[in-house]
């Protein structure tokens, strides 16, 4: 899946709420299985205060769709980014 593409699709002023409701989904899934390459890539991203960036946001909704799809989408669809929500169980 595309995430810089999806990201695109975003407006800007979503960026700081979507961006704590996707570290929330990431935080309370109790799934395990991120790789080390997306966890290291998304914790340098929040250190650099990346977070709430196109490319932070990239990497953050990989890493929740990654642990927690359903829950991904949930938060997506809170936020009424229904296209991305789409996208996202499209690539399920």
């Known amino acids: 899946m595309d995430y810089p593409k999806l990201i695109e699709m975003i407006p800007a002023e979503k960026y700081t709420p979507l961006s704590g409701k996707l570290i929330g989904v990431i935080l309370s899934s109790k799934n395990d299985a991120l790789p080390t390459t997306l966890a ?12 709430e960036t196109k490319e932070g946001i990239a990497v953050i909704l990989q890493a929740a769709v990654t642990l927690n799809a359903e829950k991904t989408v949930t938060a997506l669809g809170d936020m009424q980014l229904l296209k991305i929500a789409e996208q996202i169980v499209q690539g399920m």
């Not at 290291?40 to 977070?51: H, V």
């Open 40 to 51: 290291n890539d998304m914790l340098l991203k929040m250190k650099e205060g990346k977070a």
